[in-house]
């Protein structure tokens, strides 16, 4: 499976500086459009047997910016993380992993589940 990181709302200086690492690191790169956070993450990260089904989501924009890597291992993904961290960019606070669990999941379920994860880790170490 190739590795792919797919990026929901970056702005331009975390979007360019994810690119750069990403080309340094041979990992595929993917801005998703709002238009395709209704589509399954298989979909959308390009795994085999997973296709678009041309449906267009019409519900609000993310109020955050995510990221999720796919094909990645644990090493990968970090090695990603201390390269993004050199650039001395803000942290991109939601992340995921496409796991066989959440790999059917609409890219608006995974951003509902990790924001509420998210939320509820802020609160409690808060």
Known sequence: M???ILEFRLDRDRHKAVQDICKRLKITDTS??????????G???GITGFKKDGKKY??????AEMLVFSGMNSAQV????DEYKKTGLAPIGLKAVVTADNVFWSA????QEIMREHLGFTVKSG
């Open 2 to 4: 190739a590795q792919t």
């Open 32 to 41: 998703i459009g709002r238009a395709d956070y209704g589509q399954k993450l």
């Open 43 to 45: 979909a959308l990260a």
């Open 58 to 63: 019409t519900g609000p924009e993310f109020p």
């Open 78 to 81: 970090d090695a990603f993380l």
């Open 108 to 111: 608006e379920k995974l951003y």
